[in-house]
């Protein structure tokens, strides 16, 4: 069945300091990926999305490339800010409406 | 537009109460998910519809846990009786489906009811 995996958190950065959190999924057919971020208190909000191969989404300083060939879609900002903590889910969809959610990476940046 | 929109935002119950969670799709969207969300299990898909109608309801836990949609401004979450474990945050979501595509639609997410059971 489909499915998405994401590194394990948490994930604690210095304000200015590079951001990855890699996200790796396996579906049948040619899905959609999508990046969410959840602030504390809320609902988790779209952050960035790709529809096909080599696609980038980018947001508020986020990229990320959908990478068919290493089945990756992996989430980059260059300088992270304090207010960028939060936690981040990879998912995908895949023919249907049905969205997989990878298990969520807690992100702390430090002033 | 509002959003989704869910209430209570907090409940506290005791073991054995009946607990209604409500939602509110955002106008025009077709699609309603209900998630739960704890630290131990992360968040997890127990039901969704399309056009009212239950498609997917293999999330929800056991026979405790029931949902419906009357109409397509409004679905309710049951629990009866709850227990314990069932403290979590609870989360609806909508989309819209009618723009077409193959799945890469947004999926908006209310501000979630946080459940205490006692």
């Known amino acids: ?111 | 537009d509002a959003g989704v929109i869910q209430s209570p935002r907090h409940e506290v119950t005791e073991m054995g109460q009946e607990v209604t969670l409500r939602c509110k799709p955002i106008s025009g969207h077709d699609y309603l998910f209900w998630y739960r969300q704890t630290m131990m299990r992360g968040l997890e898909l127990l039901i969704y519809f399309n056009n009212n109608v239950p498609i997917d309801d293999s999330g929800m836990p056991e026979d405790r846990f029931s949902a419906k949609m009357p109409n397509a401004s409004f679905s309710t979450l049951k629990i009866q009786p709850s227990e314990p474990r069932d403290s979590a945050v609870y989360f609806c979501a909508s989309i819209s489906g009618r723009q077409g595509g193959t799945g890469g639609n947004e999926q908006f997410f209310g501000p979630g009811t946080r459940l205490t059971v006692l």
């Not at chain 1, 986020?62 to 939060?86: C, I, M, N, P, W």
């Open chain 1, 1 to 111: 069945g489909n499915s998405v995996t994401q590194m394990e958190g948490p994930v604690t950065l210095s304000e200015e300091a590079f951001l990855t959190i890699n996200c790796t999924y396996t579906a049948t057919g040619y899905p959609s990926l999508f990046w969410y971020v959840q602030y504390p208190g809320e609902g988790l909000q779209l952050l960035l999305k790709a529809t096909k191969a080599d696609d980038k989404g980018s947001n508020k300083g986020f990229e990320a490339t959908y990478r068919k060939e290493t089945t990756s879609f992996h989430l980059e900002k260059g300088s992270v800010q304090v207010s960028d903590s939060a936690v981040y889910f990879c998912a995908l969809t895949s023919g249907t409406y049905k969205y997989i959610f990878g298990t969520g990476t807690r992100l702390k940046v430090l002033a």
